[in-house]
């Protein structure tokens, strides 16, 4: 099932990560569903209203401080929006070198 490698992909990565706590995995799994369920989209685009609920994530902070870290330690690509009315933008990076 080629579909589950980035998971597999993500928790190979994460297994030695001590940065990355449960919260990280929940939401990095959540993106996952929400991309398949989506037909695969790159980008993947979604405001955080519709992937907190799904992730268990209640406050904004959490979910922003959580994709940010996703992003910053490698395992995503985020673009926030800043706007009300725009998507954010994240693409998933399944273990890929990245010229960034």
Known sequence: MEFCKPLSVFFGAVKN?????ITHIGLFATILEYWQTRGFPVPLCA???EIMPMA???ANTT???CIRDLHD???II???SYKRNERSRI???CGEKSDE
């Open 47 to 49: 405001y955080a209203h």
């Open 56 to 58: 268990k994530i209640l």
């Open 73 to 75: 330690f490698g395992y």
């Open 17 to 21: 990560d001590p940065r990355i706590s």
């Open 63 to 65: 979910y922003h401080r």
């Open 78 to 80: 985020y673009q926030p």
């Open 91 to 93: 693409i998933l990076k």
